[in-house]
């Protein structure tokens, strides 16, 4: 059983930064495709980056690339999202998800994607 956990998330002002984890069960970062998707009340599910597996190759959501980051830690079963220069629009809950074979062209795609965490709220507000 997949098991994916967030954390990191929290209220920041804006043009500051966060770094969410998620945390996830033993063997997962060797085998899934990792991506983070988020959601704001009343809206579709965002894709936001994303990182194959294997290869490590990553991908990110329009205009999100050079203010956030994913990285993966193998050895701790760690992925994170750095966020920087955060909006107001950044706003949203932020979901970890794994997904086993995934390809370059669906790693946008949240539909292919087998596990999903619960999601950790972050708040950008002066």
């Known amino acids: 059983q997949v098991k994916l956990v967030e954390s990191g998330g929290g209220l920041v002002q804006p043009g500051g930064s966060l770094r969410l984890s998620c945390t996830t069960s033993e063997g997962t970062v060797n085998r899934y495709a990792m991506g983070w998707f988020r959601q704001t009340p009343g809206n579709d599910r965002e894709f936001v980056a994303a990182?194959?597996?294997?290869?490590?190759?990553?991908a990110y959501g329009d205009s999100l690339k050079g203010r956030f980051t994913i990285s993966r830690v193998n050895a701790k079963g760690m992925v994170y999202l750095q966020l920087n220069s955060l909006k107001p629009e950044d706003t949203a809950v932020y979901y970890c998800a794994a997904g086993a074979g995934l390809v370059t062209s669906n790693l946008r795609n949240g539909a292919a994607y087998d596990y999903w965490g619960q999601g950790t709220q972050v708040t950008v507000s002066s």
């Open positions: 990182m194959k597996w294997p290869g490590g190759s990553t």
